[in-house]
Nanobody, 120 residues
Framework: VQLVESGGGSVQAGASMLLSCTAS????????MAWYRQVPGRERELVAS???????YFADSVKGRVTIIKDDAKNTFYLQMTSLKSEDAAVYYC???????????????WGQGTQVTVSS
């Protein structure tokens, strides 16, 4: 199983961006999913998560500006970001618990990261 991210790049402050994370392999289902981000010299921080059960979580710094969207048919989930700020610039990583076909348990996987740059 691999998680492959796409959609990063450079944008102006105030713009929107859609990050994608696609799981490949013999996927039975994507369970909990999340997006993290990291800037040099700082710890990776949780931006948003969508648990298998319960309510989504959004960090205070992005609340109201981001949404997680899941497309089961494509084994893909997205991070939709709006009104981007310079402080949103980071490498964004997707993370998910994925159950494979005939596998008894879900395992945790990380994407390779995608750079988001926001210029003011």
């Amino acid at each position: 199983v691999q998680l492959v991210e796409s959609g990063g790049g450079s944008v102006q402050a105030g713009a929107s961006m859609l990050l994608s994370c696609t799981a490949s392999g013999t996927i039975f289902g994507i369970k909990q999913m999340a997006w993290y981000r990291q800037v040099p010299g700082r710890e990776r921080e949780l931006v948003a998560s969508f648990p298998e059960t319960g309510s989504p979580y959004f960090a205070d710094s992005v609340k109201g500006r981001v949404t997680i969207i899941k497309d089961d048919a494509k084994n893909t989930f997205y991070l939709q970001m709006t009104s981007l700020k310079s402080e949103d610039a980071a490498v964004y990583y997707c993370n998910a618990d994925i159950k494979i076909v005939n596998g008894p348990f879900a395992h945790n996987y990380w994407g390779q990261g995608t750079q988001v740059t926001v210029s003011s």
